[in-house]
């Protein structure tokens, strides 16, 4: 995955669609979170129990402690709505601008953490496609079962999982 690419995410993201199944972009999903939780393992923030915060006699949200339940938190809870046509390289900073702000772990995460928390994105949204998500925004490439077999038999080299 080239993190300084200024293709527009978009398309990095249809383009993943056209190579990947969606169980193959799943298996990599998990693979990627495991791979962030193991690197941070002897952190402070490795494991704990969630804090509780009540709002009112029958509302409670359960905020994250562990580098794991935050990952979950930041990219199972928040589904991308809008498909935008920044450039990669952009969006990634966005990203890790994002993750900073919303949960104090995430600041101790090195480059590489950073680029395996983009890679959940980029499959998180690609399985979105492949599933067949409406998500507003445009792109030069359209999804659809034709375009990948067309892309299928051109024989391009899948993107670097």
């Known amino acids: 995955m080239n993190f300084e690419s200024h293709t527009p995410y978009v398309d990095v993201c249809v383009e993943y669609a056209y190579a990947y ?12 979170v495991n791979r962030i939780c193991c690197r941070h393992s002897d952190s402070e923030y490795a494991v704990g129990k969630p804090i509780y915060l009540r709002h009112g006699p ?5 905020l994250p402690t562990s580098i794991h339940d935050g990952l979950w938190h930041f990219f199972g809870a928040n589904r991308t709505r809008h498909l935008n046509q920044l450039p990669f390289a952009d969006y990634f900073v966005q990203i890790k601008a994002e993750m900073v702000q ?3 772990p995430f600041r101790s995460f090195s480059e590489e953490s950073f680029q395996d928390a983009m890679r959940l994105r980029v499959y998180q949204d ?28 051109r ?3 899948p993107p670097e999982l």
Not at 21 to 32: D, G, Y
Request: net charge positive.
């Open 155 to 157: 024989r391009a080299p």
């Open 58 to 62: 029958f509302e409670t949200e359960a």
């Open 102 to 104: 919303c949960y104090v």
């Open 126 to 153: 690609t399985m979105g496609i492949v599933a067949g998500r409406i998500l507003s925004g445009s792109s030069s490439k359209r999804y659809s079962v034709v375009e990948r077999v067309k892309w299928r038999l």
């Open 21 to 32: 199944t969606q169980a193959k972009l799943s298996t990599e999903f998990f693979r990627t």
